[in-house]
């Protein structure tokens, strides 16, 4: 069966550590990747895409790779701040023509000051 | 919020009546999506369109049907609530893939239903 999970329901660091979170699937072949942040009582807002031709993507203090061999993608946030607190969801599109996301069920990142 | 609006934000009803949930967008993006969000389940897609007229199935669409007459007004019906239905529903668009690079989805402010 096809499945996205994400590392843990909960990640906890220490502020200016680099925060990993891990999204791996089974049974899927995604076209793209996505990284969303969802904080308390809000919708996901977009972070950033990664195409499968590309290893890695980087946007100010983030950074996402994707490994299309091992089924993976890592979402990096280096010199975390505690305003970066908040659940980071990974989608897969799998097709492109209907532009549908499957999304995981999240990590929620707490940065301790 | 990218322009997006959910009505209502929150709604109690009880098992049995039909309920409508409504999406509003000011951008003109061609692609609209409900989504329900669970704990432990994430968001799950329910219904999509593609265009006016134009919808299909996701992934939890049972017991849910859709219209979509307008390109800014997107409805989701729940023709007989039930507690399983239960949920915090998010309407999301998506802009033609001539107009950008990113496919990202903007996401609404969400709607918490709670069926008695």
């Known amino acids: 069966s096809q499945k996205i999970e994400q590392n843990s329901e909960a990640l906890n660091i220490q502020e200016g550590k680099t925060a990993t979170l891990t999204c791996n699937y089974t049974?899927?072949?995604?076209?793209?990747l996505q990284w969303y942040r969802q904080d308390p009582g809000r919708g996901p807002v977009f972070l950033l895409l990664?195409?499968?031709?590309?290893k890695e993507k980087r946007k100010e203090r983030l950074k996402v790779t994707f490994d299309t061999t091992l089924k993976q993608s890592l979402f990096h946030i280096t010199a975390s701040q505690p305003a970066d607190s908040a659940t980071y969801l990974c989608a897969l599109c799998t097709d492109t023509g209907r532009r549908a996301l499957t999304f995981g069920s999240g990590t929620r990142l707490q940065v301790q000051p | 919020d990218a322009g997006i609006t959910q009505s209502p934000r929150h709604k109690v009803t009880e098992t049995g009546t039909p309920v409508t949930l409504r999406c509003h967008q000011t951008e003109n993006h061609r692609y609209m999506y409900w989504y329900r969000q669970d704990p432990g389940h994430g968001l799950r897609l329910i219904h999509y369109s593609y265009g006016v007229k134009d919808t299909d199935k996701g992934e939890v669409s049972d017991g849910y049907s859709v219209s979509r007459s307008k390109t800014e007004d997107f409805l989701l019906t729940l023709e007989s609530a039930t507690s399983s239905q239960t949920s915090v529903y998010f309407c999301?668009?998506?802009?033609?893939?001539?107009?950008?690079?990113?496919?990202?989805?903007?996401f609404g402010p969400g709607t918490r239903l709670t069926v008695l």
């Open positions: 999301a668009i998506s802009e033609s893939m001539a107009s950008g690079d990113h496919n990202e989805q903007f």
């Open positions: 049974n899927y072949s995604p076209a793209y």
């Open positions: 990664i195409r499968e031709n590309e």
